[in-house]
């Protein structure tokens, strides 16, 4: 089952922060989060596994509340280069189960 | 040093031909996957291979065959193009299929045009 995203799209300008969040309702075993600049392949951020860890990468880091199946990814101080989609991917407890992507959140940094 | 590579990276053709598109990685990954972005840029796994063998196989049109001739390239075989095909068409490669650590690296893409 497709995990939700939110929000859809957002506009930010250099320096300013963003929350995107995904939440599934079924039991998962991880998350994954990936940046698809226009034109490009989605590229891999993180993965997060069930233990309800965080993880940075730079200035993007993300939490994974295991209990509500949920994962926020937070940008701080956001620079052009973060503008594109973020996709989250949810792999469920069953295992052995294709990672399910999300619709995806639109990203515009604007200076 | 290409991870993953896609040929073509477009694809113009009309509707009731046959075309193929070819991936390779280099990477050592066990595991490869075929994705297909619509317009709406949705991401949906079609196919995932371990070891050359099919793992998953979404409900896909059978006109739609995957091959995995080692488990360094993965191809997808498209018979009797619709116009409804038309989409950007990624592989990708991770190192297991699931259980953590599978992240997934993403080839760039063959744009699809189905005339």
């Known amino acids: 089952q497709q995990p939700v995203q939110s929000p859809q799209a957002v506009i930010l300008r250099e320096g300013e922060d963003a929350v995107i969040n995904c939440s599934s309702s079924k039991a998962l075993y991880s998350v994954h989060w990936y940046r698809q600049k226009h034109g490009e392949a989605p590229v891999f951020l993180m993965i997060?596994?069930?233990?309800?860890e965080q993880k940075g990468h730079d200035k993007i880091s993300a939490s994974f509340n295991e209990k509500k199946q949920q994962s926020s990814l937070y940008l701080t101080a956001s620079q052009l280069s973060y503008s594109g989609t973020y996709f989250c991917g949810t792999e469920s407890n069953s295992g052995n189960t294709p990672l399910v992507f999300g619709k995806g959140t639109r990203l515009s940094v604007i200076a | 040093d290409t991870a993953v590579s896609q040929t073509p990276k477009y694809l113009v053709t009309q509707m009731g031909n046959d075309k193929s598109i070819k991936c390779e990685q280099n990477l050592g990954h066990d595991t490869m996957y075929w994705y297909k972005q619509d317009s709406k840029k949705f991401l949906k796994i079609m196919f995932s291979?371990?070891?050359?063998?099919?793992?998953i196989n979404e409900t896909v049109p059978n006109r739609f065959s995957p091959k995995s001739p080692d488990k360094a390239h993965l191809n997808l075989h498209i018979n009797s193009l619709e116009l409804g095909d038309s989409a950007v068409y990624f592989c990708?490669?991770?190192?297991?299929?699931?259980?953590?650590?599978?992240?997934?690296?993403f080839g760039p893409g063959t744009r699809l045009t189905v005339l």
């Open positions: 990708a490669s991770s190192p297991r299929l699931a259980g953590g650590r599978n992240e997934q690296f």
């Open positions: 997060l596994l069930k233990g309800g």
């Open positions: 291979y371990n070891n050359k063998e099919l793992i």
